[in-house]
């Protein structure tokens, strides 16, 4: 079992930049790809970012890439999602999810491969 808790989340101005934390705790000596995603009220959860078990691979969604870099600091079971120049539509609550794989490049941008869930964290842009 592994536990997720995200943290970082507020409330920023547009073009602003916030960094959420995913920490993770419990069975944390496997290997863990990780994703982030977001729902807005009234919306579908979408895939935000995903990095590998070992950090190599990383994936972003087009509405985010340039903008927003996720990366992961194994000794410290954290993973982060620094989010520059943010938007009002980047307004949402923020999930990490993670993924038992030993594969060095997996990851995946699927909602439901995802095993572990945090309770997620509130990102507010004003315009």
């Known amino acids: 079992q592994v536990q997720l808790v995200e943290s970082g989340g507020g409330l920023v101005q547009a073009g602003g930049s916030l960094r959420l934390s995913c920490a993770a705790s419990?069975?944390?000596?496997?290997?863990?790809?990780v994703g982030w995603f977001r729902q807005a009220p009234g919306k579908e959860r979408e895939f935000v970012a995903a990095?590998?078990?070992?950090?190599?691979?990383?994936y972003y969604a087009d509405s985010v890439k340039g903008r927003f870099t996720i990366a992961r600091d194994n000794a410290k079971n954290t993973v982060y999602l620094q989010m520059n120049s943010l938007k009002a539509d980047d307004t949402a609550v923020y999930y990490c999810?993670?993924?038992?794989?030993?594969?060095?490049?997996?990851?995946?941008?699927?909602?439901?491969?995802?095993?572990?869930w945090g309770p997620g964290t509130q990102v507010t842009v004003s315009s």
């Open positions: 999810g993670a993924k038992y794989s030993s594969a060095i490049y997996y990851y995946t941008v699927k909602d439901y491969e995802y095993e572990y």
């Open positions: 419990g069975r944390t000596n496997s290997y863990y790809a």
């Open positions: 990095i590998s078990w070992g950090g190599s691979s990383r």
